[in-house]
C-alpha cells in the first residue's frame, strides 16, 4: 500500500518549532518509503485562521526544504462534505438529533458540577422514539447530530506509543453537526483524511483525546482506518511546554537568525529521534535513509538551543564555501546598507572576486555556528578598513614601539618572499624572522593576527596571509604599524 500521509497546520500563527517538526516527520515517512506528503490548511475556525499565517507556513515549509506533493488543500473548501458524511451517519445509525437546547446542556453541567459529579451527556436523544425524533425534526425543531457512541473499549495501535486504549463509557455521544449546521473538528478532519486516502496520520500527541473518537467516525462512516502515530510533546529544558520564553519560535525566525535549514531540520529530526547509532550530523539524505518512526521516543523531547547552535556549526563546516557565499553577501550588502554605504565601498572585492570569497569561507567556516558569526570572521579578509579589537590590542599590542619595529621588518621580508600563495612558504618566512630575533614565533604570530584581523581570533595564520594576498597583507600590516606608531608618538 502506498504511503500517503499529510501535514495539517491550523494558520492560527506560524509554523513554529513542534509544527515543523510534526511535518518533518510526516515528510520524512514519506520521503522513505516513496509516498506522498500532503498539505492541508486546517482553516475552518475563520475567526482565527488568516491567510498570512497560511503564507508564513508555507514560507517556512519551502525553506526547511519541506516539498509537499499535494496540495495545500484548504479545509474549509471541504464543508459540503463534512455536511453530507454528517448526515450520512445518520443515515447509517450512526448519528442521531439531539434537540437539546445550549442552555439545557449548561444547565445540566452546573448541576453536575454542583453534585460534584462529572458531566457526560446522557444520550437522553438517542433513545427518542425515531418516529418523534423524526416529527420534531420535520417540525422546524433545531437540532444537532451526535456520534452514538458504542458501549466499549477503543484502541488502536500507536505507531510511536504502542496500544493505547479508552475504556468503555470514557466518550459521551458527541457532536458532529451543529444546530447551525456547522460540522465539528473532528468530523472535518476524518472526512479529510478518508478522502484523501490517508493511510497514516502523524501528528502532536495533544491530539490523543481526538483519536478514539475519529476512529468511531471512521467505522461509523465505513472507511479505512489509517494507523495513528502520535509525537511526544516539545519541553524547554526547564520542563515546561515549550513557548515563546524558551525561544520557541517561528522557524523563519532561526532562519533570519543566521541558521541554515539544512542545521535546523537536523535539529528538529533529533527532538525526540535518533538514528540508533552514534551519529548526530545528518544532512537531509541521510535523515531520509535512518529516518524510523518506530525509533521515535514515547516521551517529551527538550529543546536545546546550545545543541542547535551546534548542529548549525557543522553544517556550516559542512557546506562549501561557494554555497555560503551568497548569504555573506546579503548580511554584509544589508549593514553596508545600513550604513549608508555600498558593499563596493565597505568591502572591495567580496562581490567581485567569487572564488576567493569561497576560499576564505571554506578557510574559517570551521568555527562559526551562524552565518552572522561566519560573516564576523570573513569581513576582515575584505574591509576597506580596519577595527582593532580593544582586548585583542590589549593583549598583544602592550608594547607599541617594539611591536611597530617587528611589523615594519616582517613586512619587507613578506614584500620579498618568493611566492604568496603557499602558506608554507609565508610559514618559513615568518618563523625565520622570529628566530633572527631569537623571539618565540608566538610573539610575532599574535601581533601580526591583530593587524591583519583586528581581532585576536582567526584560522591559521599562514593561511590568513595566503588567503589574503601579498598587496593587502601589506597593506594591513603598514595601516597597523601607523596605528602603533599614533601610540607611540601620544604616549
Ligand atoms: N490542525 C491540527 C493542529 O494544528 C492538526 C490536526 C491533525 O493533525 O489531525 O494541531
Request: hydrophobic letters at 45%; glycine letters at 12%; aromatic letters at 8%.
Amino acid at each position: 500500500m502506498a504511503v500517503r500521509v499529510r501535514f495539517a497546520p491550523s494558520p492560527t500563527g506560524f509554523l513554529h518549532v513542534g509544527g515543523a517538526r510534526t511535518a518533518l516527520f510526516n515528510w520524512l515517512y514519506a520521503r522513505r518509503a516513496g509516498g506522498t506528503f500532503l498539505l492541508r490548511v486546517e482553516d475552518t475556525d475563520r475567526a482565527r485562521s488568516r491567510p498570512e499565517h497560511t503564507r508564513a507556513i508555507l514560507d517556512g515549509l519551502a525553506w526547511l526544504g519541506l516539498d509537499v506533493d499535494e496540495g495545500p488543500v484548504f479545509q474549509a473548501d471541504g464543508v459540503e462534505r463534512h455536511r453530507r458524511d454528517a448526515l450520512k451517519l445518520l443515515g447509517r445509525g450512526g448519528a442521531y438529533p439531539c434537540f437539546c437546547s445550549a442552555g439545557e446542556l449548561a444547565a445540566r453541567r452546573e448541576e453536575a458540577k454542583r453534585a460534584g459529579s462529572g458531566y457526560g451527556y446522557d444520550g437522553r436523544c438517542g433513545r427518542l422514539d425515531p418516529a418523534l425524533s423524526q416529527a420534531r425534526a420535520d417540525a422546524g425543531e433545531p437540532f444537532a447530530l451526535r456520534v452514538r457512541v458504542p458501549e466499549e473499549a477503543i484502541g488502536w495501535e500507536d505507531m510511536i506509543h504502542g496500544p493505547m486504549s479508552f475504556p468503555a463509557g470514557s466518550i459521551d455521544d458527541f457532536i458532529v453537526l451543529r444546530s447551525d449546521g456547522t460540522p465539528v473538528y473532528n468530523l472535518a478532519v476524518v472526512s479529510d483524511d478518508a478522502e484523501a486516502g490517508m493511510t497514516h496520520v502523524i501528528r502532536g500527541d495533544d491530539h490523543i483525546s481526538n483519536t478514539p473518537k475519529q476512529i468511531l467516525l471512521y467505522r461509523a462512516l465505513g472507511r479505512p482506518l489509517p494507523r495513528f502515530g502520535h509525537v511526544p510533546l516539545i519541553l524547554g529544558p526547564d520542563g515546561k511546554r515549550l513557548s515563546k520564553r524558551h525561544g520557541a519560535l517561528s522557524v523563519l525566525a532561526y532562519r533570519d537568525d543566521g541558521y541554515l535549514p539544512e542545521g535546523m531540520l537536523n535539529f528538529l529530526a533529533l527532538l525526540g529521534w535518533s538514528p540508533g547509532d552514534d551519529r548526530e550530523v545528518l544532512d537531509v539524505g541521510g535523515l531520509i535513509e535512518a529516518f524510523s518512526i518506530g525509533r521515535v521516543l514515547k516521551k517529551s523531547a527538550v529543546f536545546d538551543l546550545e545543541k542547535l547552535g551546534w548542529l548549525n556549526g557543522r553544517h556550516i563546516a559542512a557546506a562549501r564555501g561557494a554555497g555560503l557565499a551568497g548569504a555573506v553577501v546579503e548580511i554584509l550588502g544589508r549593514e553596508a546598507r545600513e550604513e549608508g554605504r555600498d558593499l563596493a565601498g565597505s568591502h572591495p572585492g567580496l562581490e567581485t572576486s567569487p572564488e576567493r570569497l569561497a576560499r576564505i569561507i571554506d578557510l574559517v567556516k570551521g568555527r562559526p555556528r551562524t552565518l552572522p558569526a561566519l560573516v564576523r570572521q570573513v569581513a576582515p579578509f575584505f574591509a576597506a578598513t580596519i577595527r582593532y579589537d580593544e582586548d585583542a590590542v590589549k593583549r598583544f599590542w602592550k608594547r607599541p614601539e617594539e611591536t611597530a619595529l617587528h611589523l615594519r621588518r616582517l613586512a619587507e621580508r613578506l614584500a620579498g618572499a618568493a611566492v604568496f600563495d603557499d602558506a608554507e612558504t609565508l610559514e618559513s618566512v615568518v618563523r625565520g624572522f622570529a628566530e633572527e630575533l631569537d623571539v618565540g614565533a608566538g610573539r610575532i604570530i599574535n601581533p601580526l593576527r591583530v593587524a591583519l584581523m583586528g581581532q585576536a581570533v582567526s584560522p591559521g595564520i599562514f593561511e590568513v596571509l595566503e588567503a589574503m594576498g601579498r598587496e593587502r597583507a601589506l597593506a594591513r600590516i603598514g595601516a597597523a604599524v601607523r596605528f602603533l606608531d599614533a601610540r607611540v608618538g601620544a604616549a
